[in-house]
T-cell receptor, first 115, second 113 residues
Framework: DGGITQSPKYLFRKEGQNVTLSCEQN?????MYWYRQDPGQGLRLIYYSQIVNDFQKGDIAEGYSVSREKKESFPLTVTSAQKNPTAFYLCASSIVGQGGHNEQFFGPGTRLTVL | GDSVTQMEGPVTLSEEAFLTINCTYT??????LFWYVQYPGEGLQLLLK?????DKGSNKGFEATYRKETTSFHLEKGSVQVSDSAVYFC????????????FGGGTRVLVKP
């Protein structure tokens, strides 16, 4: 089955520690995205990548880092510099092109709690 | 910049009632418009989309029409079910912005039996 997987589903971290969230897709999509969702709010874009070895900051990139070494994988690291990291993190992917009509496919999300 | 505004929830309905969720947008280019649905504890799923003015997207009994003159994309369903309880997000993408999605704040819908 094609899709996007995120692991783990729940993640707990002590304040001051870095943590990496996994995102893998087997849809052969060129573009991948990371969003943050806070309770009762919409999604905000953290980072996105449209091609391997290249990525751009989204609206709230401070305190986060990413890498895109493989087409299938786009891990997100939440660093200790992120002041309020407790949130629900969603990864998505899409094809590139077709005039912007591209649907994004979402993973099931990772809920990060900082203790 | 690009933005999406949708009605705040929660919206509470009885089963078989008519549902409308308002969505308006501002965009620097010519956007594509989307409705996504999020069930509790899950990621988002595409519900429907429209890519040009006057297009109507439809899926699972839901409909939305791309109205360029009013910059709106309101979601409607004629008869809701308990299983339609979820959070609904309106979103847009513009080619000039690298196909990134801009989301509204989401509207929680609760359907009671």
């Amino acid at each position: 089955d094609g899709g996007i997987t995120q692991s783990p589903k729940y993640l707990f971290r002590k304040e001051g520690q870095n943590v990496t969230l996994s995102c893998e897709q087997n849809l052969n999509h060129d573009a991948m995205y990371w969003y943050r969702q806070d309770p009762g709010q919409g999604l905000r874009l953290i980072y996105y990548s449209q091609i391997v070895n290249d990525f751009q900051k989204g609206d709230i990139a401070e305190g986060y880092s990413v890498s895109r070494e493989k087409k299938e994988s786009f891990p997100l690291t939440v660093t200790s510099a992120q002041k309020n990291p407790t949130a629900f993190y969603l990864c998505a992917s899409s094809i590139v092109g077709q005039g912007g009509h591209n649907e994004q496919f979402f993973g099931p999300g990772t809920r990060l709690t900082v203790l | 910049g690009d933005s999406v505004t949708q009605m705040e929830g929660p919206v509470t309905l009885s089963e078989e009632a008519f549902l409308t969720i308002n969505c308006t947008y501002t965009a620097t280019g010519y956007p594509s418009l989307f409705w996504y649905v999020q069930y509790p504890g899950e990621g988002l799923q595409l519900l429907l989309k429209a890519t040009k003015a006057d297009d109507k997207g439809s899926n699972k009994g839901f409909e939305a029409t791309y109205r360029k003159e009013t910059t709106s994309f309101h979601l409607e369903k004629g008869s809701v079910q308990v299983s339609d309880s979820a959070v609904y997000f309106c979103a847009l993408s513009v080619v000039a912005a690298g196909n990134k999605l801009t989301f509204g704040g989401g509207t929680r819908v609760l359907v009671k039996p």
